[in-house]
């Protein structure tokens, strides 16, 4: 099976743009998460997605956003860039049910100028 | 919540030999999982090995191996015959019944010849 992909793999971005980036889970999967990994505050959940639902967020600013399409794939937008906002942005896949092991992608390097 | 702690910040290894990677974590919830991944240069996090809780066996992964102490909230990763390859950052994690991933903050493995 195909593993996790992430689209765009390297973003440049400036202050106040937006940003989306894509996630397209293993085949079957039904669950992505994302995370956002730093130097200064490690690899921190952003928010999971099950069957096009929200299922659970973590504490980020309402700049972040993301939804799930019918066929699983995952879009993230992250509105109004702030520098603090660069980062590796990892998203991960896993069947659906709760506790299953999470595969991830090769994630998507964001740098906010 | 939950928290993971991983208080060696680098770990050093000679090819063939073993090291122990620690990690101790917290956590209020009865039925978690453990994993322990592995991310090399390419930032792209890999699989290492996962436990059950409710499991007293420990588990084992061809080279890689743990040492689950449920009582003592501790879960260290056991690398025998290191090899160049595992040169990388290992992250210990928790999942509880929702399905986010806390992490830790990893340990640098260094493999010298």
């Known amino acids: 099976k195909a593993g996790v992909t992430q689209t765009p793999r390297y973003l440049i971005k400036t202050r106040g743009q937006q940003v989306t980036l894509s996630c397209s889970p293993i085949?079957?999967?039904?669950?992505v998460s994302w995370y956002q990994q730093t130097p200064g505050q490690g690899l921190q959940f952003l928010f999971e997605?099950?069957?096009?639902?929200?299922?659970n967020k973590g504490n980020f600013p309402g700049r972040f956003s993301g939804r799930q399409f019918s066929n699983s794939r995952s879009e993230m937008n992250v509105s109004t860039l702030e520098l603090g906002d660069s980062a590796l942005y990892l998203c991960?896949?896993?069947?659906?049910?709760?506790?299953?092991?999470?595969?991830f992608g090769p994630g998507t390097r964001l740098l906010v100028l | 919540a939950q928290t993971v702690t991983q208080s060696q910040p680098e770990m050093s290894v000679q090819e063939a030999e073993t090291v122990t990677l620690s990690c101790t974590y917290d956590t209020s919830e009865s039925d978690y999982y453990l994993f322990w991944y592995k991310q090399p240069p390419s930032r792209q996090m890999i699989l290492v090995i996962r436990q059950e809780a409710y499991k007293q066996q420990n588990a084992t992964e061809n080279r890689f191996s743990v040492n689950f102490q449920k009582a003592a909230k501790s879960f260290s990763l056991k690398i025998s015959d290191s090899q160049l390859g595992d040169a990388a950052m290992y992250f210990c994690?928790?999942?509880?019944?929702?399905?986010?991933?806390?992490f830790g903050t990893g340990t640098r493995l260094q493999v010298t010849l």
């Open positions: 994690s928790i999942t509880g019944t929702a399905s986010k991933l806390t």
């Open positions: 085949s079957g999967h039904r669950s």
């Open positions: 991960a896949s896993s069947g659906g049910g709760r506790q299953e092991t999470q595969y």
């Open positions: 997605y099950f069957s096009e639902t929200q299922r």
